[in-house]
């Protein structure tokens, strides 16, 4: 008995300890000497896409820069300031708030750490992070991190298992609620043939049951269930809701959560490192990352975890080497111009007088004078002549199609000869006169416009592509119409085509479409004299494309300037990460500063490192702005890193290694 009421006092003093604890960690908190801690991440040596079947790279070798040789080690300084072999470790927490990041492949890695003191952990408590990320307008809320105490698991636990408890106690099968041995003795005693059926497998309808005993078997069996049991279920079914709410006060949440682990002991601060990619966006130049959270007892929220100060990470990206020289076209400017269009106009049979009227005429007659206005009124160009070159379909003699089609080009010439006189003369009456210096009226003498009828015959090369298009006819169809078209008498090829079936589909559907009139309008500009002046004009497209680089659109740059095979279509090439194709590229140019730089984030990318740092070193003595730029780079930076690069400057950037 005594030792029983030793271990009971020694609990609640245990119980009474935990509690003090809980209390002076809350007071510490909302005191503020304790908080998480946002920090960033350790940076990693980073080398994309080396290949596996590369030899193990060497800490030591030389390179070339010009006439020297340098010696590249993996170094450090030592206490004399020499360059040694050395292997360094890095810190784990980093103090600085914000950080250089690489974006590529139109993606950016967003690495930092949450780290939870050892003084802000509890077994009673559960902590929970929501990290939030601002994206130039956008706030995005990522994946809340869970830290569990082990008291707070077991309570959810013994939750869930008070509510599956309460589950278990639910009936699921109504027949369990059936008297089964009451019913089959009631039916033994009353009801003998029935009671047959028991080894009997014939089947019975509810109907035929009814008939002969004057009760349903529904009825029967609704007569021995027990009701009050079944609806003391049926609550328990209803109250389900309401026991869950009761036994599970803090669910455990699987999905949308970063992590959601159970500390179990408290030997020191929980560090969860946490990496968010982003996709970039044109324009995105950096992005703030903060955290906020509770602190959770039972389902009671004790404390709100103010927000931290936030980690900046400024976004670096190859975009930033484009060359932003404008490119010119050297462009030749014609005096004459020409253009064209064509138009459907129907005739009556044998008739080339133009109706307004018929068929599609109004849409196709105002299409054409809607042409004619446009240039007409053109500022940049004067319209010199018209030529209307009119076709037949191919139905009666070759001769009279001819004919037929040559004057029907010269009635639509005439037509619209007349009323392109009646609109100048319009617009002459709204510009009114003007008078000179003596009182006379100053008449402009209007040049007239003419316009040429021709005549293209049957247009049989149109009936060639509409055939071979239609859906409607066979492949045998096809066939045999191309048999036909080999017959070099034009006459002789559409009499033979009328006595196949198919003849009347082609005269009905495609022979009305063959009677075209093509319209060729030629132009000279205004004010040229030369036939030909050559010029320079900027290249939209490629300045387009330039700027797509700029905005970090990198698949519409590369639409853009893949066909000129440059210096920026490299770099769009490398942002887009197609290395193979950036390096047939720069392997041909000349060797600046800018191409050396990028060769060697090519070299670094593919594994080798002697060619990377040779080339880096180059474009360093080049422009010794690169030297900053390297540590923006992670192909680069960590060469620097594993290298000692840039440790000693000395003149015009003339490094030792």
């Known amino acids: 008995m005594k030792r029983i009421y030793r ?182 005693r009353n009801m003998p043939e029935l009671y047959a059926f028991k080894s009997d497998s014939t089947y019975v309808s509810d109907e035929q049951f009814a008939s002969a005993y004057g009760v349903t078997e529904k009825e029967a069996i609704e007569h021995y269930t027990d009701k009050l049991a079944r609806k003391a279920n049926s609550r328990k079914i209803s109250r389900r809701e309401k026991m869950y709410r009761k036994f599970v006060k803090v669910p455990i949440v699987k999905d949308g959560l970063r992590l959601d682990t159970v500390i179990q002991s408290f030997n020191g601060d929980f560090i969860y490192r946490y990496v968010q990619p982003i996709q970039t966006r044109p324009k995105l130049r950096k992005v703030d990352v903060v955290l906020s959270g509770d602190i959770y007892e039972s389902d009671r929220k004790i404390y709100d975890i103010p927000m931290s100060e936030p980690l900046t990470f400024y976004i670096s990206s190859l975009s930033s080497f484009v060359d932003n020289r404008e490119k010119y076209l050297t462009k030749v400017i014609e005096r004459r111009v020409e253009e064209n269009t064509a138009c459907y106009i129907e005739f009556a049979s044998g008739s080339f007088e133009v109706d307004e009227r018929m068929g599609n005429n109004p849409e196709e007659i105002g299409r054409i004078k809607d042409n004619l206005v446009s240039l007409m009124q053109n500022e940049k160009f004067d319209l010199d002549s018209i030529v209307v070159t009119s076709s037949a379909s191919p139905e009666g003699n070759l001769k009279y199609n001819d004919r037929l089609s040559k004057r029907r080009s010269e009635g639509i010439s005439e037509y619209f000869s007349r009323w392109m006189n009646h609109y100048q003369d319009s617009l002459e009456r709204e510009r009114g006169f003007a008078v000179d210096e003596e009182g006379n009226i100053i008449i402009e003498k209007r040049a007239e416009i003419p316009m040429v009828g021709r005549s293209s015959g049957e247009n049989w090369q149109m009936l060639d592509r509409l055939v071979e298009k239609d859906t409607v006819l066979t492949q045998e169809q096809k066939e045999s119409y191309r048999e036909l078209a080999s017959v070099k008498d034009i006459d002789q090829r559409e009499r033979a085509m009328q006595k196949y079936p198919y003849y009347r589909h082609l005269r009905e559907k495609f022979y009305p479409r063959l009677r075209t009139v093509r319209f060729d309008f030629h132009l000279h500009r205004k004010g040229m004299v030369k036939d030909t002046v050559h010029t320079t004009v900027l290249d939209s497209t490629y300045m387009d494309g330039v700027q797509a680089i700029r905005d970090r659109d990198y698949e519409r740059a590369l639409t853009l300037l893949r066909p000129y095979e440059d210096y920026n279509t490299a770099i769009a090439y490398l942002c887009m990460d197609y290395n193979a194709s950036a390096l047939q590229i720069l392997e041909k140019l000349e060797k600046t500063a800018q191409v050396n730089y990028m060769l060697a984030v090519l070299y670094s990318r593919r594994g080798e490192e002697q060619k990377a740092v040779e080339c880096y070193v180059r474009s360093c003595s080049q422009d010794p702005t690169y030297v900053h730029r390297g540590n923006l780079d992670p192909e680069i930076s960590v060469l620097i890193r594993r290298y000692g690069l840039n440790a000693q400057p000395e003149d015009e950037f003339e490094y030792s290694f």
């Open 7 to 188: 271990i009971f006092l020694a609990a609640a003093l245990l119980m009474l300890i935990a509690s003090c604890a809980s209390q002076s960690k809350m007071k510490a908190l909302q005191s503020g000497a304790y908080r998480p801690s946002l920090t960033l991440a350790q940076e990693q040596d980073y080398i994309p896409d080396i290949r596996t079947d590369m030899k193990a790279q060497r800490d030591t070798f030389i390179v070339k820069d010009g006439d020297r040789e340098l010696i590249i080690m993996k170094a450090i300084k030592d206490e004399d300031g020499e360059m040694v072999a050395h292997d360094v470790l890095d810190a784990a927490v980093i103090t600085a708030r914000f950080r250089n990041v690489a974006e590529r492949n139109g993606r950016v890695d967003i690495e930092f750490q949450v780290i939870v003191p050892q003084s802000m952990q509890d077994s009673k408590w559960q902590l929970r992070f929501r990290p939030q990320m601002y994206i130039m307008q956008d706030t995005l809320d990522l994946d809340p991190v869970i830290i569990t105490g082990a008291d707070y698991r077991r309570a959810q636990l013994r939750g869930y298992q008070q509510y599956e408890k309460f589950l278990a106690g639910i009936v699921t099968d109504p027949d369990e609620f059936v008297n089964w041995w009451m019913l089959e003795q009631f039916i033994e």
